[in-house]
């Protein structure tokens, strides 16, 4: 019984830090970052999202996201946790 409680902590200690994921200024991030740390993001997509940023401005919010071809609601919702604009 003394051994099960120290495995618990462990346990829940590192599933929480698993879940914790970094933030993602989506107005700053190079491609790499964006692929990276975000769900669903893969290359390509994280290029879409820095060529859109440089030819539309910054996004003023994170539903501009879905205006990259490619990126779906879905997408933006998964994210929405990590996605920071500054």
């Known amino acids: 019984m003394k051994i099960i409680k120290p495995l618990v902590l462990f346990f829940l200690l590192?599933?929480?830090n698993a879940l914790l994921a970094a933030q993602?200024?989506?107005?700053?991030a190079d491609a790499e970052t964006l692929a990276k740390e975000l769900s669903g993001i893969g290359q390509?997509?994280?290029a879409a999202i820095v060529a859109y940023r440089e030819q539309n401005g910054p996004y003023e919010n994170v539903e501009d996201l879905a205006r990259v071809k490619g990126i779906g609601k879905?997408?933006?919702?998964?994210?929405?946790?990590q996605i920071i604009l500054e």
């Open 14 to 16: 590192s599933v929480s």
């Open 24 to 28: 993602v200024n989506i107005n700053s």
């Open 44 to 46: 390509n997509k994280a």
């Open 74 to 81: 879905s997408t933006v919702e998964k994210n929405r946790a």
